[in-house]
């Protein structure tokens, strides 16, 4: 009011407010929490949609709608649509008011746990993609989470996206399930065979294999295989009669190679090759998983295959399993420690003193001689205090003899 210049100014908008106040918290007052009543849909926005519930609105958020996913309100209700609501909540200081309608559905997570026991196998679809994983929709309401690290046997550190695409159906297998915080998760590997397994069965111990050659690091090449997975061939095993850098020379990316199988490790995911036992005259490829009769500490006739600057290359009996004998082992002196006094085809006797990765015995002529003069000290040695190592080992070459 200005009473100077005899002015007034009204508000029929305050009037309606007022008055619409007043029916709200009128209308207010007669709904309940949990009640449950209809309504119609007045607008959608992104993230739900507001309900006309007979002069006051509510909001239907979009989580609310149903159990299952929903990426947009529209793929569920449209502008004019009644829909049947349950209040969840009412704010009397804000006057605001949340529905729900997925509230009015029995619930999908009800005894989930048993009907989705771990290490079933069941079918899905893919519903949504992310950095650490993929969600699929087991039953409408219910999804489950396949872990970027349970995706694949051999795709290590690949984006989800490039395993599986959204709305592919996928074999999954239930690894764990959460019902209070409504989690599952799942598995797609493990719906498939362990290409591992598969390859040990298709290609046992022995038998060869083609491949194309994936990589040349510094101890050896790695080999394409079968069910996209990676066999390795030591520099040891690549070629007779030279060095192992020289033997990763004659090998580039890319080039089609044959090997052997030397020895599968399912657990450990590792395969191992072998390529020089498939050139012409190399011992048999059979004769490999013969090591598998060879104890630590026995004493074996082997000869010798090859002739290197670091020690021999030898088999142990005719057909039996290859090995390796190293400079140092080749006799307790250090005359006796040189490769070149050996020729290939000498035959010696030698002491198995174990076994390298690939399973393949290492033998030791030293540790035989060692092993033979304790034995002769035990048995000779108390008979004649004042008797020489000379005496004791020609009276246990007399006694053997």
Do not use: C
């Not at 729900?100 to 196998?121: H, I, N, R, T």
């Not at 060869?208 to 510094?218: C, F, L, P, Q, S």
């Not at 399993?321 to 040189?338: H, M, N």
Request: charged share 30%.
């Amino acid at each position: 009011m200005d009473r100077r210049r005899g002015n007034i100014v009204v508000s029929r908008r305050a009037v309606l407010e007022e008055t619409r106040a007043e029916q709200r918290s009128g209308l207010i007052m007669n709904l309940k929490e949990g009640q449950i009543i209809d309504g119609v849909v007045k607008n959608i926005t992104d993230y739900g949609a507001f309900v006309d519930l007979g002069g006051i609105d509510g909001l239907l958020h979009v989580t609310d709608m149903s159990y299952k996913r929903v990426n947009h309100p529209s793929e569920v209700i449209a502008i004019g649509d009644t829909v049947r609501v349950q209040i969840i909540r009412i704010n009397q200081d804000t006057q605001r008011i949340s529905l729900g309608m997925k509230q009015l559905e029995s619930d999908p997570w009800d005894g989930v746990a048993a009907k989705y026991p771990v290490g079933a196998k069941l079918r899905g679809t893919v519903t949504n993609i992310t950095e650490y994983g993929a969600f699929v929709e087991l039953e409408a309401g219910i999804e489950g989470l396949v872990h970027v690290s349970e995706m694949s046997w051999t795709k290590k550190n690949v984006h989800p996206g490039k395993i599986v695409s959204t709305s592919q159906e996928v074999d999954v297998m239930v690894l764990e399930v959460d019902s209070d915080k409504r989690r599952i998760s799942l598995g797609l590997k493990q719906a498939q065979q362990n290409p591992w397994e598969a390859f040990a069965e298709k290609h046992p111990v022995g038998s060869t294999v083609e491949g194309e050659v994936k990589n040349a690091t510094e101890f050896g090449l790695f080999i394409g295989l079968d069910g996209d997975v990676d066999g390795m061939v030591h520099m040891s095993d690549i070629a007779w009669g030279i060095s192992g850098e020289d033997a990763l020379a004659l090998h580039r990316k890319g080039e089609q190679v044959s090997a052997v199988v030397l020895d599968v490790d399912v657990e450990k995911e590792r395969i191992s090759l072998g390529m020089k036992q498939l050139e012409k005259g190399a011992p048999a490829a059979g004769g490999v998983a013969s090591s598998g009769s060879l104890r630590r500490g026995e004493v074996v006739t082997v000869t010798v295959l090859e002739v290197r600057d670091g020690g021999l290359e030898v088999q142990a009996g005719e057909d039996g399993a290859t090995g390796f004998i190293k400079r140092s082992d080749l006799g307790r002196d250090r005359d006796e420690q040189r490769p070149d006094r050996f020729q290939v085809g000498q035959k010696l006797d030698a002491m198995v003193t174990g076994f390298d990765r690939s399973k393949k015995p290492n033998f030791s002529v030293k540790a035989r001689q060692m092993a033979e003069e304790k034995e002769a000290v035990e048995q000779y040695g108390s008979s004649d205090a004042g008797a020489s190592l000379g005496d004791i080992l020609g009276a246990a070459l007399k006694a053997r003899s």
